[in-house]
């Protein structure tokens, strides 16, 4: 194959990976909608706990194990690669093992200390997730560093449809058996992990035993960083619902009410987390595109193409997560009612205005972290990442510990959240510049934000209520916030040229 169409293929792969992962994200929305429905918001609330806390432990583990497989895939040679994948699957297996063992014997106590002793029985039920990930997602990371990665993204969407399909039949079922839904879902869920882990072996292969210079040590070393890196990626991404999960137990407690009113709470304030979600999902496919242009200029130590890429790439994630921002803050609560009913408009829609921003701020601070990975500053944004999981765990604890059983709870969790993503975020913006030479230029950032508040009051006070007349908003206020950055000279004729030559390519 040539090098043209090589790069070709690679380009259709990474297509292909980036339109798995846009799949998921609908896929999660349609996941998050009907969940609801099927377990009532407290059921959904409860499953919300559960799948919290198990997820700080399992994501790290599928994003670590495709990563370091793929490396290590990359670095074997043709007669060692065989034995090298036999090795690195016995290693997960065996590390799989003991963590969801672990998990299993101290989900009582996990339980206790999130305010959720109910759902023990669904979180001892994912532990078994934690084993089949340890095997299924080095398989992933083998396809991708054979960069198959139309195979990837083809078992990415199957994956994706499985689970949702486990969590949602799996309540249906347990509710019509008149059984607790969440551990129903947690039931299908681990039905599901295991089908794609089956489907995955048959058809990448469990390798064989045969020489590799592969040790564990360096294996090791390899894939920890990783590990730990993403486990504290994982606790800044549910700390906040995590804890407002006990808080709203112990208020629960104190008002001498049942715990389903706290589950109810739990609820509305992930369905909040779908929409402020989103950015930050968006904006990781930006990553896939600036990580190795950084990667390439920091090994040339070219500082003006490391000063440039990281201006684009800032500029060009700052003028996208504003235009999905202004859509959530101009119609939070109305999009709250249009999917998940008006009880959780009520509780969370207040919330959502400012978790908006504050999870803006975060989708920001995602390619911030990027852009220090990718400059070989690995262990400042460890620290950075640390050090906003401390802050937004901190700041919880100091609004929102001893707040009523009531939406005032969700709007304390909001605030802390909030103005701790922000910090954290201006931390890691003055590391990247420090680092690049480089960041975004004021009047930018200026200039989107008095986009976003326009374009955000336009759809707060210029639509009347009504179901389709909010799908009609959303629609439009994007399109008002990019005719405001026009007509404010963000955006020009120069930009349209970048967005023609990146389709043709």
Same mark, same amino acid.
């Given at each position: 194959?040539?090098?043209?169409?090589?790069?070709?293929?690679?380009?259709?792969?990474?297509?292909?990976?980036?339109?798995?992962?846009?799949?998921?994200?609908?896929?999660?929305?349609?996941?998050?909608?009907?969940?609801?429905?099927?377990?009532?918001?407290?059921?959904?609330?409860?499953?919300?706990?559960?799948?919290?806390?198990?997820?700080?432990?399992?994501?790290?583990?599928?994003?670590?194990?495709?990563?370091?497989?793929?490396?290590?895939?990359?670095?074997?040679?043709?007669?060692?690669?065989?034995?090298?994948?036999?090795?690195?699957?016995?290693?997960?297996?065996?590390?799989?093992?003991?963590?969801?063992?672990?998990?299993?014997?101290?989900?009582?106590?996990?339980?206790?200390?999130?305010?959720?002793?109910?759902?023990?029985?669904?979180?001892?039920?994912?532990?078994?997730?934690?084993?089949?990930?340890?095997?299924?997602?080095?398989?992933?990371?083998?396809?991708?560093?054979?960069?198959?990665?139309?195979?990837?993204?083809?078992?990415?969407?199957?994956?994706?449809?499985?689970?949702?399909?486990?969590?949602?039949?799996?309540?249906?079922?347990?509710?019509?058996?008149?059984?607790?839904?969440?551990?129903?879902?947690?039931?299908?869920?681990?039905?599901?992990?295991?089908?794609?882990?089956?489907?995955?072996?048959?058809?990448?292969?469990?390798?064989?035993?045969?020489?590799?210079?592969?040790?564990?040590?360096?294996?090791?070393?390899?894939?920890?960083? $990783?590990?730990?890196?993403?486990? #504290? @990626?994982? *606790? =800044? /991404?549910?700390?906040?619902?995590? %804890? &407002? +999960?006990?808080? !709203?137990?112990?208020?629960?407690?104190?008002?001498?009410?049942?715990?389903?009113?706290?589950?109810?709470?739990?609820?509305?304030?992930?369905?909040?987390?779908?929409?402020?979600?989103?950015?930050?999902?968006?904006?990781?496919?930006?990553?896939?595109?600036?990580?190795?242009?950084?990667?390439?200029?920091?090994?040339?130590?070219?500082?003006?193409?490391?000063?440039?890429?990281?201006?684009?790439?800032?500029?060009?994630?700052?003028?996208?997560?504003?235009?999905?921002?202004?859509?959530? $803050?101009?119609?939070?609560?109305? #999009? @709250?009612? *249009? =999917? /998940?009913?008006?009880?959780?408009? %009520? &509780? +969370?829609?207040? !919330?959502?205005?400012?978790?908006?921003?504050?999870?803006?701020?975060?989708?920001?601070?995602?390619?911030?972290?990027?852009?220090?990975?990718?400059?070989?500053?690995?262990?400042?944004?460890?620290?950075?990442?640390?050090?906003?999981?401390?802050?937004?765990?901190?700041?919880?604890?100091?609004?929102?510990?001893?707040?009523?059983?009531?939406?005032?709870?969700?709007?304390?969790?909001?605030?802390?959240?909030?103005?701790?993503?922000?910090?954290?975020?201006?931390?890691?913006?003055?590391?990247?510049?420090?680092?690049?030479?480089? @960041?975004?230029?004021?009047?930018?950032?200026?200039?989107? %934000? &008095?986009?976003?508040?326009?374009?955000?009051?336009?759809?707060?006070?210029?639509?009347?209520?009504?179901?389709?007349?909010?799908?009609?908003?959303?629609?439009?206020?994007?399109?008002?916030?990019?005719?405001?950055?026009?007509?404010?000279?963000?955006?020009?004729?120069?930009?349209?040229?970048?967005?023609?030559?990146?389709?043709?390519?």
């Amino acid at each position: 194959m040539s090098k043209e169409d090589s790069t070709r293929s690679t380009g259709r792969g990474g297509l292909a990976v980036a339109g798995a992962k846009l799949y998921f994200i609908l896929l999660g929305l349609v996941q998050q909608i009907a969940l609801p429905k099927v377990l009532g918001l407290d059921g959904y609330g409860a499953l919300s706990r559960v799948l919290s806390i198990a997820s700080i432990t399992y994501n790290p583990i599928t994003t670590m194990s495709i990563q370091a497989v793929s490396r290590t895939v990359v670095q074997a040679g043709p007669d060692e690669l065989p034995g090298t994948v036999r090795k690195v699957l016995g290693w997960h297996a065996c590390f799989g093992l003991v963590l969801s063992l672990a998990f299993a014997l101290l989900s009582p106590q996990i339980a206790e200390m999130a305010g959720a002793g109910h759902v023990e029985t669904p979180l001892r039920i994912l532990a078994a997730v934690l084993f089949i990930y340890s095997l299924y997602t080095p398989l992933i990371g083998i396809a991708n560093g054979q960069r198959r990665f139309m195979l990837q993204a083809a078992f990415d969407v199957t994956s994706a449809t499985l689970r949702t399909l486990g969590l949602i039949i799996g309540a249906f079922t347990a509710r019509r058996l008149s059984q607790a839904g969440p551990a129903g879902s947690a039931l299908g869920f681990v039905v599901s992990a295991t089908l794609v882990l089956f489907i995955a072996a048959g058809v990448l292969g469990v390798g064989r035993a045969g020489a590799t210079r592969l040790s564990l040590g360096r294996y090791v070393s390899l894939a920890a960083p $990783l590990l730990f890196g993403q486990a #504290l @990626l994982n *606790l =800044l /991404f549910q700390a906040d619902l995590t %804890l &407002l +999960g006990r808080f !709203a137990s112990h208020a629960a407690e104190r008002a001498g009410e049942p715990v389903s009113r706290a589950d109810a709470l739990v609820g509305a304030y992930r369905a909040t987390q779908l929409f402020s979600f989103l950015p930050y999902q968006i904006l990781i496919a930006i990553t896939f595109i600036l990580f190795p242009m950084l990667a390439s200029a920091a090994q040339l130590k070219d500082r003006e193409a490391i000063a440039r890429y990281v201006r684009t790439g800032m500029r060009l994630s700052l003028i996208i997560a504003g235009a999905m921002v202004s859509v959530t $803050l101009g119609l939070a609560p109305r #999009l @709250l009612e *249009l =999917l /998940f009913g008006s009880e959780a408009a %009520l &509780l +969370g829609g207040r !919330a959502l205005s400012l978790l908006s921003l504050g999870f803006g701020a975060f989708a920001i601070f995602g390619i911030l972290t990027t852009v220090l990975n990718s400059l070989g500053r690995e262990r400042e944004s460890l620290l950075v990442t640390a050090l906003a999981v401390v802050i937004v765990a901190g700041l919880c604890f100091t609004r929102a510990h001893e707040g009523n059983l009531s939406e005032q709870l969700l709007w304390l969790t909001a605030q802390a959240t909030s103005t701790g993503l922000v910090v954290a975020t201006s931390i890691a913006a003055y590391l990247v510049w420090r680092a690049a030479g480089g @960041l975004v230029s004021p009047w930018t950032l200026a200039r989107t %934000l &008095l986009a976003l508040g326009l374009a955000a009051a336009l759809g707060r006070f210029a639509f009347p209520p009504g179901k389709m007349l909010t799908l009609v908003a959303a629609a439009v206020i994007p399109c008002v916030y990019l005719a405001l950055l026009i007509g404010l000279r963000e955006l020009g004729r120069a930009d349209l040229e970048v967005l023609r030559k990146v389709a043709k390519r």
